[in-house]
């Protein structure tokens, strides 16, 4: 096969499962009006029309593998990005995860930027000894100063510079232009037009913690308008769990499950406030998608999400269901004025921090894209 002459990034992605899909379009999209053209390879996942034309991309190409496939040594997905690899002129990769981060540095001999989206990605030994024998070609992004900062006291001989932050983003027009109204949001969820609605979305696992938000819900009932819910968005393992929670505190009739929900940011306007409870969350791109609606943000002061919702909404303790609890009634009690001015403050974040344009100046300008020389 001829090798292609046009100038392409190769960008190595374990999946397109949620959100790392879209993680694939924000990565793609820094390269538009560039001479680059992003070729996206999917390690796990079959061909699929629909994940072609989400990640924004000039070539995708699904490898095809299933996840007990890529156990081990991976050595038929290391000859076959060989293949690919050998095909096309890419001057540089980027990884997604830390397994397309090993294959990758095996099969090329290229720079590899490696984005990392949970925290510790290298407390194990074996992976800390293949990132210290990659040195010289690899470079690592957090998808927030909370991870970079546990990935730089993983490998705490790199030099800082190596190691540094690109936040998670949203193409913030294009997600206000899907969203539907208060009044279709709730219609289409069947939820009680006239109702104060917390709501929350997540995997119904404990690193959510939304035990604690139903806790806080309780103590919080006498206290917030009359018809007052909380609906919850996901499925998970801890599903029968918290609805027998729910039932034992008093509010099973006021909780709603809603199970999960297909694009769910399209509903996040049904809400009256959004309320993260997560343990240590590495970003929270909800909370991005609750900005983007104008929904005030109640949130755990935890890892990536204090990052997001600092300055622009209500922090608290994790695990501090009485704080939680005045948090809500504190959102509650907001004038119009008040969530104005809670409104406008989100979107000049939104913008100034999240926003495709504002992160892709801020990947051009990272000290390795020049040590790079890209």
């Known amino acids: 096969m001829a090798r292609s002459v046009e100038s392409r990034v190769l960008q190595f992605c374990h999946g397109y499962d949620s959100p790392f899909l879209d993680c694939a379009r924000q990565y793609a999209s820094l ?22 034309k989400q990640c924004a991309s000039d070539e995708v190409l699904f490898m095809n593998f299933t996840s007990n496939e890529i156990r081990g040594l991976k050595l038929k997905a290391i000859r076959d990005l060989k293949l690919i690899v050998a095909s096309r002129n890419f001057k540089f990769c980027i990884a997604h995860r830390f397994k397309p981060i090993w294959i990758a540095g095996l099969a090329t001999s290229l720079p590899i ?3 990392h989206h949970a925290f510790g990605d290298y407390d194990r030994w074996g992976r800390k000894v293949f990132a210290n024998w990659q040195k010289k070609r690899l470079c690592l992004l957090g998808v927030s100063n909370a991870v970079r900062d546990d990935i730089r006291n993983s490998l705490s001989r790199w030099e800082p510079e190596r190691i540094e932050t690109l936040y998670n983003r949203i193409d913030v027009d294009t ?4 969203l539907l109204s208060s009044k279709e949001a709730r219609n289409a969820l ?4 006239h109702a104060w609605i917390v709501g929350n979305v997540g995997r119904l696992h404990p690193d959510k913690d939304q035990a604690t938000l139903l806790r806080a819900f309780a103590l919080a009932k006498p206290d917030l308008p009359k018809n007052s819910q909380l609906a919850i968005m996901g499925k998970g393992r801890l599903a029968d769990q918290l609805r027998g929670l729910a039932k034992e505190l008093g509010v099973a009739e006021d909780v709603l499950f809603l199970g999960q929900v297909e694009q769910a940011r399209r509903y996040f306007k049904a809400f009256d406030v959004f309320a993260l409870s997560s343990d240590r969350e590495p970003f929270g791109m909800v909370l991005l998608e609750a900005m983007a609606a104008s929904v005030p943000i109640i949130c755990s002061d935890c890892g990536g999400a204090r990052e997001v919702v600092k300055d622009v909404g209500i922090l608290f303790p994790f695990g501090d269901e009485h704080l939680l609890a005045e948090a809500m009634v504190r959102m509650s009690k907001l004038t119009p004025a008040q969530l104005q001015s809670c409104h406008d403050a989100m979107q000049v974040k939104l913008y100034s921090h999240f926003s495709d344009d504002s992160v892709m100046q801020t990947f051009w300008n990272l000290p390795f894209m020049q040590l790079f020389r890209i």
């Not at 997600?175 to 899907?178: N, P, S």
């Not at 069947?190 to 037009?193: A, I």
């Open 175 to 178: 997600v206000k232009g899907k």
């Open 190 to 193: 069947h939820l009680d037009p």
């Open 113 to 115: 930027i490696g984005v």
């Open 31 to 52: 390269f538009e009006n560039t001479p680059y053209k992003v070729t996206t390879v999917f390690l796990t996942g079959k061909p699929n029309a629909d994940v072609v």
